[in-house]
């Protein structure tokens, strides 16, 4: 095994639907990272309570699996935190998920304590911090939940603008957080940043939640009027995550817009596509 990856125990387990759930796990002592980076988490499928229940009763025949899978994960926590928190979907033939959803307290996984990613806050030079949209599709939430629980971020920026999407209420997971954010963190910095919470639902009429994908109210200039706010070359962050349809067509319409692709610290525009 490399020297990167320790053991680590599941703590709290929070499912949201039957294809959504969360999970705290332990925090080894040295592993330290920036908010908005990812991991590789690994399951060994016989270390679960679920898979050694089933090989109890002599019944393995659809779940023959004995080796380490890994995936990439995002962290939801803050760098601050005493737990690591995930924010996991369940495909139901993908190799990792339809393993992990049967997580257990008390089960151990994986943890590659290597962080990797640039979706931090941290590769903007140019422009400087103004306003900062986190735009997010699904699971794509968990980097920009980690930034909101960094007090820096509150601090750095004027406004912050979360669009969240996802194709149900049931599936518009952490809205309680969300809601608790600013007063939870917003309070603790001088001048802090205003939270504006765009929930966006595309398959079902919410009130309260705008209904059209990122790309299409962006282009339409819904986004900024619901914000209150306007994209700017000169003042705008924009991060996006999640579904790589949605990262495509949202950065073109931002560019569109005139924002440009940040590289090398200098632009508007950073992403992470899930898949
Ligand atoms: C940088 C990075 C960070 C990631 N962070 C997260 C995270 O925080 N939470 C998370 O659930 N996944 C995350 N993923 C995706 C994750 O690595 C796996 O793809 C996912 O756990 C499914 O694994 P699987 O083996 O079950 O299916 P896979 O064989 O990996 O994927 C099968 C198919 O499932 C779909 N899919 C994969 N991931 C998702 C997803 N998150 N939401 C909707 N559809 C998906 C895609 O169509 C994909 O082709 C991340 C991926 C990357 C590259």
């Known amino acids: 095994m490399s020297d990167n990856i320790q053991t680590v125990t599941v703590l709290s387990k929070t499912t949201w639907t039957p294809t959504l759930f969360s999970f705290t796990v332990s925090r080894p002592d040295s592993f330290k990272f920036t908010a908005g980076q ?21 019944d393995t025949s659809d779940t023959a699996l004995n080796e380490d899978i890994f995936r990439a994960y995002s962290i939801v926590s803050s760098p601050f935190d005493e737990v690591i928190e995930f924010f996991s979907i369940v495909i139901p033939d993908g190799a990792f998920t339809s393993q992990l959803q049967h997580l257990q307290v008390g089960d151990e996984l994986l943890l590659n304590t290597m962080p990797f990613g640039f979706l931090t806050l941290a590769r903007y030079q140019k422009p400087l911090p103004k306003d900062l949209w986190l735009l ?23 406004h912050i603008v979360l669009a969240y ?20 963190f917003g309070t603790l910095v001088d001048n802090p940043a205003k939270l504006i919470f765009i929930p966006i639902v ?5 009130d309260g939640a705008l209904s059209e994908r990122l790309p299409k109210l962006l282009l339409e200039g819904t986004l900024e009027k619901q914000a209150g706010i306007a994209l700017d070359i000169d003042t705008t962050h924009v991060m996006l995550c999640g ?3 949605m990262v495509d067509d949202t950065k073109e319409a931002l560019k569109s817009l005139r924002l440009v692709m940040n590289r090398r610290g200098e632009g508007n525009i950073a992403v992470e596509n899930y898949w």
Request: proline share 6%; no cysteine.
């Open 38 to 58: 990812f991991v590789r988490l690994g399951v060994n499928p016989s270390q679960l309570k679920y898979y050694q229940q089933i090989e109890a009763s002599n």
């Open 136 to 158: 997010a599709t699904g699971t794509g939430l968990a980097p920009f939940l980690s930034m909101l629980q960094d007090l820096k971020t509150w601090e750095d920026y004027e």
């Open 165 to 184: 999407s996802a194709r149900s209420t049931q599936e518009l997971a952490y809205v309680d957080k969300i809601k608790s954010l600013q007063e939870d």
């Open 202 to 206: 595309t398959r079902e009429p919410v």
């Open 243 to 245: 579904n790589p349809d």
